[in-house]
């Protein structure tokens, strides 16, 4: 299974753009980049995913590199309330049962 | 509304009782999953089941039991088995266990076994 890597923590302005990178150099071809956030003592929440093209919500969007070998989570408006630490996580297409590997993820403060 | 139900938030057990957590989702899923999260570690995947009546174990199954009757139900017990049950616990459900599916997790138990 392939391995993320991200910064261990970011800061960001509130209003401003934030820019999440993620390394996933070993990423097979049939893995999906999945990012989720988690707040102190809840459960991790979904916030988007994508194979090659880039994808957009209304939370967020994935900007997924040419090579698949990286990716950016981009929240275009930041607010306290995303404060979190966020998951960049790869999972492979078929039915391998849910089988996420998550590391330690990126802790963003969003400031007043 | 639709989702994941855990319960109890928080769980306090002796050491060598055996103890179930509860998962419930509405969202009509086929697939649901346990994990556990320890203090500032990732989920480790204990159990998944991908259809009713059916259940396969996950990285770290040992100490853990799961049962799937219904397809809105997938409850976890520990067992006294489990050398160190004291943490965080989450439940998900997807609808398929396919990469193409998000998973969609509940609030988390938290189990303190003294």
């Known amino acids: 299974d392939a391995k993320t890597t991200q910064p261990p923590s970011m800061d960001c302005a509130e209003g401003r753009a934030a820019n999440l990178p993620c390394n996933h150099s070993?990423?097979?071809?049939?893995?999906?980049v999945y990012w989720y956030r988690q707040i102190h003592s809840q459960g991790p929440q979904y916030i988007i995913h994508g194979l090659k093209n880039n994808e957009t919500n209304e939370m967020a969007s994935l900007i997924i590199t040419e090579d698949r070998k990286s990716s950016t989570l981009i929240l275009p408006h930041a607010t306290l309330r995303d404060t979190a630490v966020y998951y960049c996580?790869?999972?492979?297409?078929?039915?391998?049962?849910?089988?996420?590997?998550f590391g330690q993820g990126t802790e963003l403060s969003v400031k007043p | 509304d639709g989702g994941i139900t855990q319960s109890p938030k928080y769980l306090f057990r002796k050491e060598g009782q055996n103890v179930t957590l509860s998962c419930e989702q509405n969202l009509n899923h086929d697939a649901m999953y346990w994990y556990r999260q320890d203090p500032g570690q990732g989920l480790r995947l204990i159990y998944y089941?991908?259809?009713?009546?059916?259940?396969q174990k996950g990285d770290i199954a040992e100490g853990y039991s799961v049962s799937r009757e219904k397809k809105e139900s997938f409850p976890l017990t520990v067992t006294s088995a489990q050398k160190n049950p004291t943490a965080f616990y989450l439940c998900a459900s997807s609808t398929t266990a396919g990469g193409r599916s998000p998973l969609h997790f509940g609030n988390g138990t938290r189990l303190t076994v003294t």
């Open positions: 089941s991908q259809i009713v009546n059916d259940f």
């Open positions: 070993t990423i097979s071809g049939n893995e999906y």
């Open positions: 996580i790869v999972r492979v297409a078929g039915n391998q049962g849910g089988k996420l590997i």
